[in-house]
């Protein structure tokens, strides 16, 4: 039997290594069975199953050729959202960030254009179910690169970089026109539930950038950007609560106290849920009962962390529910918010018949173990482990933010999507059901997947 390793502090070094490799070979090509939990099996998958139950909604991915298609799980059917993606030839055209409008079955992308004669072209375009057509809805200066609508669908907020170093920070109504724009260096927000406000963690922590890192609140009723005082710590993407009430980041208080706290809509505490010595990600709950928080140290770009479970039904007052596990790179809810899927890095060696050598680290390949958390029995399940692509790669160094716009979970939270590197170096998208004794579903050559959803925010 093939003898997994989990990653620890112990190993970082080798995951560094490894995560570095993967970010600069490209993958793309045939298919091989994802491995499964305990052994690495070698038969190709049966691309068209007919799973016992038909998760509903639509998934976006890219393909291998850089186009966008759209598989419709009811159907079992994949189509072309975009055709004219090149990379060979004398114009190279990219199609990035599928990114589903929140309560409809219309997805925006971004369009780059790069031509032989030096020029460039950005676009961030639209695609719409009910005029089954895609329009352009900006046309940008400089490259676009992160898609996030808000909850409702009203607005479409963005990222493009900029000729001083800088990011630059717009949101646009679905006609393209600015509502809203900033600008900082690194920059990570949320919306709130009625599209009204959006907080915003600018410059990073505040013991590293103490000239620029702020948090921010932007209302219909406040011209631009207001500080709430507070002072950013270690983390990215800060996160509302579903009612749009209460925020949650982790700040140095103006008292001078540190900490995860939760916040009022404005910035003032209402509680302190845990101590914030390391670097954190987290999440509120879809129904608002609980809060997820995977915290541990960052180095070199690679967290691992101890995920936790707060309940904070009355949110003056957090308690600890469950400490999930350890070693936790990433996690997303479930859209009812019964259950979590976190994911754990580990590392297999390259001839899989064959014990971990710790004296052979060359040999080993970084793998992705996926597991699934019950919040009513607080146990843990294997799903599924893979290896990661590189789009899946980058898009887990910046997982919580893509939270916050983006889900892997289908709308019934029956099943996940996820892309897998396969042995020949190309991407696959797969489906998992997350109930156990389920296989993988392989629907297509792709890089990475989204599902779309009714709303983030589900309040019961």
């Not at 460039?120 to 898609?147: M, N």
């Not at 099943?415 to 297509?444: C, N, W």
Request: net charge negative; with cysteine.
């Amino acid at each position: 039997m093939t003898r997994f390793r989990l990653v620890t502090l112990s190993i970082l070094p080798t995951l560094i290594v490894l995560l570095s490799s993967c970010a600069q070979t490209p993958v793309l090509d045939e298919t091989e069975a994802v491995r499964s939990t305990a052994t690495v099996s070698h038969t190709p998958p049966v691309s068209t199953p007919t799973p016992a139950l038909v998760p509903p909604g639509r998934i976006a991915y890219i393909g291998e050729d850089g186009n966008i298609f759209i598989y419709f799980p009811l159907e079992g059917s994949s189509t072309a959202a975009t055709s004219d993606a090149s990379r060979t030839g004398e114009n190279l055209i990219l199609y990035t960030e599928p990114t589903w409008r929140p309560r409809t079955a219309d997805i925006s992308f971004i369009r780059s254009e790069f031509n032989t004669d030096q020029s460039e072209r950005f676009a961030i375009q639209l695609q719409t179910s009910l005029e089954d057509e895609t329009r352009t809805i900006y046309k940008a200066a400089h490259p676009p690169f992160y898609l996030f609508w808000s909850p409702a669908g009203s607005f479409l907020s963005f990222l493009a970089s900029t000729d001083t170093g800088t990011l630059s920070f717009r949101v646009l109504d679905p006609e393209g026109q600015l509502v809203a724009e900033d600008n900082g260096q690194p920059y990570y927000w949320d919306w709130a539930g009625d599209d009204g406000s959006i907080l915003s963690h600018v410059g990073g922590a505040i013991d590293d950038n103490p000239e620029v890192a702020r948090l921010s609140v932007f209302s219909n009723d406040l011209e631009g950007f207001k500080n709430i005082g507070h002072l950013p710590l270690r983390f990215q993407a800060p996160v509302y609560s579903p009612d749009g009430y209460h925020v949650l980041a982790p700040a140095l208080s103006l008292e001078g106290t540190r900490g995860l706290f939760i916040m009022d809509d404005v910035g003032e505490i209402v509680s302190r849920v845990m101590p914030a010595d390391e670097f954190m990600t987290f999440d509120w709950s879809p129904t608002g009962e609980s809060i997820a928080v995977n915290s541990g140290p960052m180095l070199a770009e690679v967290h691992l962390g101890e995920l936790s479970l707060f309940t904070v039904e009355d949110r003056i007052n957090p308690v600890l529910q469950d400490v999930v596990d350890e070693g936790v790179a990433a996690f997303w809810w479930s859209p009812q918010g019964d259950r979590l899927v976190y994911i754990k890095p580990l590392i297999l060696p390259t001839i899989s018949a064959q014990p971990i050598s710790n004296d052979e680290q060359t040999e080993d390949e970084l793998y992705i173990q996926m597991y699934v958390y019950d919040l009513g029995s607080r146990q843990s399940e294997e799903l599924v482990s893979f290896r990661p692509t590189i789009e899946f790669l980058r898009i887990l160094r910046f997982y919580d933010q893509y939270q916050r716009s983006a889900t892997i979970w289908s709308p019934d939270g029956t099943h996940v999507v996820y892309s897998a590197a396969l042995k020949d170096g190309k991407p696959g998208v797969y489906i998992m059901p997350v109930e156990a004794g389920g296989t993988s579903q392989f629907l297509g050559k792709g890089m990475h997947a989204f599902w779309s959803w009714e709303a983030r925010h589900r309040i019961s």
